[in-house]
């Protein structure tokens, strides 16, 4: 509208099928509508083939091939004159009116080149204006591309919805949050087509595919392809015939294609044809191009449409996937072999278990897994293999039975090929290593399903007492119950034994280590010195780790920690590049309680509640992790700090609950936040818990939690009796590194001075290290949204400020705040502050 306005000879909108280009210029001819300018919408150009040119369908009349382009162009222009006129009697619009009348066309590329020319002819005279559709592939027509190259035309590009434009769509949509895989799996599938992502979610719906798992909305069944989504898609698909049709069958039942093996199916025209109209993608990695299909759904509609005689004259034509191929085609072309009752050999399925694996899909590599091990005539070496396969996988989907069978089959296995001395055990692996990797799944199993950290140390330990002390395999063994202390909370010893342990060996099980020792650094007051430890870890990592599939993720997570103790929450977002080649996997509900986290420390509770509630969703379907307590702290923190007394305080009982079997690596945090939700709910015993946890911090070692804990007993106590209460608070400050102890007895001495600047900027200080203290309870009186912006009024942000945070006008704010102040009783922000820092 802004370049209409301002004169331009018009405006294309470009795009691929399905990203909004019609919608997009309808909204604009509504708006061209509502201010009186003249605008005339034409019939878009027939896709079919015809002999008439568009002009002559337009107009109705057949044009002499002697007629010239510009004497076309005066007729129509003759006819748009007496046809369009100004409806407008606004002064303001008069101006805008009196510019050239505007034509309206969807689907510009289909013109041909006679009537291309005439719409050049009117647009560069200044004799009218244009608002069209077309799409990328093929583009403009030559006439109408020389016009935008030359100034005369603009142009707007739609591109695809990013995944962020999902998750706020899906917040928009459904009635509760949701999961974070669900809205990279809804993205990922649709590739961002807000016409797919629109109609896959409704289908998804409809079928009962996403179901609400008691704290946020997850999709639960694979993508199939109902009615409503084959109607959308077969559109695009219907007119393909001959070898179009059959690159399209192939490469949905195998998803990638290597170009040379196409070339035999298709020539370069009907390639060429496929990826102008948005179906095929052709990409050269490594100098082997591939194609591909141009997103899942696509493929998925084609799946649904052949059938098995089909497949089985496809499946003859593709090999095998090769090392170009990713996890992903891997897993297809398997899937693609079992439809047509072809059994894969040993050494496929278990890769393509393997990739089930690193792609989170436990349940999958299960199935491959024993497929595998059905096999007759199993090679001892791939059986050990397979079952070490499964019982990963049976760990990660939480099937603890089935998973010990697996490893007791397995270690019946190696003592039967070791008395009849039978080597089954060829390189990369040896004896010792599955020892190893059967320990760990097993210690998995103990301390994380059954909540048994000792069993799972013993077990350990007495893995270890079959292999020889003084090979690496030992010590990868040593490396891992150091690593469990640590879960379990026991600091000091990690805190012993890292330095010694890091040097027994050069392994790359070292990095394993890592992170316990830098939760144990950071809550014994060793923030920056944590913070360097996670950075010279991170520079480190790399393929050598891909055995250790979580290792790149609880080393960002450590480091995350580490900079948020550090009072350095902007360091926590800032993480350095990465080497993605080693395989290593990340778990979609912890990843989305870390964005909970984030958003929780930099104070935007509403969406810290949505990431928390989505994460606990995904915990809930999964292998238990021992980090569910964590996030039960988090959203009881983040629903205080929005005034839901109620649903925090249901929080705290959940965490409550999970806590005797939490991992402790970030105790000290937790049984803070949680102490921070008592407060702001007024709980009577908060003075109990205070006390519990400050002996707690203090028999643990944890100079951190004593300082969290002293500052805020200040914070609850009565204004007279806060002055008492500082020296311990300057004592426990000594002791800690970074920038919080500064930052709390700054705001200690404001509250015991009375003075309301010195509170609000010592308020503001907290905020800038990462620490948010709730309202108290005395506040209850306002609402959710009084509250929250008390909250940050009292952290001495201003109205403006608090509009950007919550994305609210100023004006709005303003009314908020004056209705906050007659609640109160209260005539000022200084009177404010007095009222958030009265004792609960």
Avoid at 78 to 94: K, N
């Amino acid at each position: 509208m802004q370049r209409l306005v301002a004169g331009s000879g018009g405006v294309i909108v470009m795009g691929a099928p399905g990203l909004g280009k019609s919608t997009v210029m309808a909204a604009v001819l509504t708006k061209i509508d509502a201010i009186g300018q003249r605008a005339m919408r034409l019939p878009a150009p027939l896709e079919r083939d015809s002999s008439a040119s568009y002009i002559e369908q337009w107009l109705g009349v057949p044009i002499p091939s002697s007629v010239s382009v510009d004497m076309v162009a005066t007729q129509i222009l003759g006819q748009l004159l007496l046809s369009t006129s100004s409806t407008s009697g606004d002064p303001e619009v008069s101006a805008e009116v009196a510019l050239a009348p505007i034509l309206a066309l969807d689907d510009i590329h289909l013109l041909d080149v006679f009537s291309a020319a005439v719409f050049r002819s009117l647009v560069e005279a200044g004799q009218i204006r244009l608002v069209a559709t077309c799409r990328e592939d093929p583009g403009l027509p030559s006439a109408l591309d020389a016009l935008w190259r030359s100034g005369h035309l603009d142009r707007s590009d739609l591109v695809p919805l990013s995944y962020d434009s999902v998750r706020l769509i899906l917040r928009a949509v459904l009635p509760d949050p949701a999961s974070n895989d669900m809205a990279y799996r809804l993205w990922l599938t649709t590739a961002g087509n807000p016409l797919h992502v629109r109609e896959l979610l409704y289908s998804i719906v409809e079928t009962g595919d996403v179901v609400y798992a008691e704290h946020a909305w997850i999709w639960v069944a694979p993508l199939r392809a109902n009615r409503r989504l084959v109607d959308l898609l077969a559109t695009d698909l219907k007119t393909l015939g001959g070898p179009a049709r059959d690159v399209m069958d192939l490469l949905a039942l195998a998803e990638m294609v290597p170009l040379r093996i196409l070339t035999s199916k298709a020539n370069d025209d009907d390639l060429k044809f496929l990826v102008e109209r948005g179906l095929i993608l052709v990409t050269d990695g490594n100098g082997a191009a591939t194609v591909s299909i141009a997103h899942p759904l696509y493929a998925e509609t084609l799946r649904s449409l052949l059938y098995p005689r089909r497949k089985r004259e496809l499946f003859d034509f593709m090999p095998e996937p090769g090392p170009e191929h990713g996890p992903q085609e891997l897993l297809r072309w398997v899937d693609w072999a079992l439809e047509c009752d072809v059994m894969p050999g040993v050494s496929t399925l278990i890769a393509a278990g393997t990739a089930a694996e690193e792609l989170t899909q436990p349940g999958r590599a299960v199935t491959l897994a024993t497929l595998a091990l059905e096999h007759p005539h199993l090679p001892a070496e791939q059986e050990i293999e397979a079952l070490l396969l499964r019982a990963r996988s049976n760990r990660d989907a939480g099937w603890s039975e089935s998973a010990e069978a697996d490893l007791d089959s397995l270690l019946i296995l190696l003592e039967e090929s070791q008395d009849s001395k039978v080597t089954v055990t060829a390189a990369p692996e040896r004896a010792e290593d599955i020892v190893v990797h059967a320990a760990r799944i097993r210690a998995d199993i103990q301390e994380l399903h059954y909540r048994d950290l000792d069993g799972a140390l013993e077990g350990l330990a007495a893995a270890a007492k079959t292999l020889d002390p003084s090979g690496n395999a030992a010590t990868e063994l040593a490396i891992d119950q150091l690593a469990r202390i640590g879960h379990g909370g026991r600091h000091a010893e990690v805190l012993a034994g890292w330095a010694a342990q890091v040097a027994a060996a050069d392994l790359p099980a070292n990095i394993t280590l890592s992170p316990s020792y830098i939760y144990a650094l950071g809550q014994t007051g060793k923030a920056q010195s944590a913070l360097a430890v996670a950075e010279t870890q991170l520079a480190l990592i790399g393929p050598d780790h891909a055995r250790y599939p979580f290792a790149r993720t609880d080393l960002v997570a450590a480091r995350f920690w580490a900079a948020v103790w550090a009072g350095q929450p902007a360091m926590a977002l800032t993480v350095p590049d990465l080497d993605g080649a080693g395989g290593q996997r990340h778990h979609s509900g912890l990843y989305q309680i870390g964005e909970g986290y984030i958003y929780l420390i930099f104070g935007d509770w509403v969406q810290a509640v949505e990431q928390l509630r989505g994460g606990l969703s995904r915990l809930g379907l999964m292998a238990p992790t021992g980090l569910e307590a964590m996030a039960w702290a988090g959203l009881a923190h983040a629903y205080a700090m929005c005034g839901e007394r109620a649903l925090a305080c249901a929080a705290v009982e959940h965490y409550l609950s999970v806590a005797p079997v939490m991992n402790r690596s970030i105790e000290v945090d937790s049984r803070y936040r949680i102490l921070l939700a008592r407060y702001a709910v007024g709980d009577p015993q908060l003075a109990d818990f205070l006390d519990a946890y400050l002996l707690w911090a203090t028999r643990e070692g944890h100079a951190l939690g004593v300082l969290y804990v002293r500052h805020l007993l200040i914070v609850c106590a009565e204004p007279g009796e806060r002055a008492e209460l500082l020296p311990a608070l300057e004592l426990a400050a000594e002791d800690i590194e970074g920038l919080i102890p500064q930052a709390m007895l700054r705001h200690a001495a404001a509250l015991i001075a009375g003075d309301a600047g010195m509170i609000a900027a010592g308020g503001a200080g907290l905020v800038a290290v990462g620490i948010w203290l709730p309202a108290p309870v005395q506040l209850a009186t306002l609402t959710q949204r009084q509250r929250e912006i008390a909250a940050l009024a009292g952290a001495g942000m201003s109205n403006k400020a608090i509009a950007l945070k919550l994305q609210l006008s100023v004006r709005t704010v303003d009314t908020h705040m004056g209705n906050i102040f007659v609640r109160l009783g209260i005539a000022n922000r200084t009177e404010l502050a007095t009222a958030l820092t009265a004792s609960s």
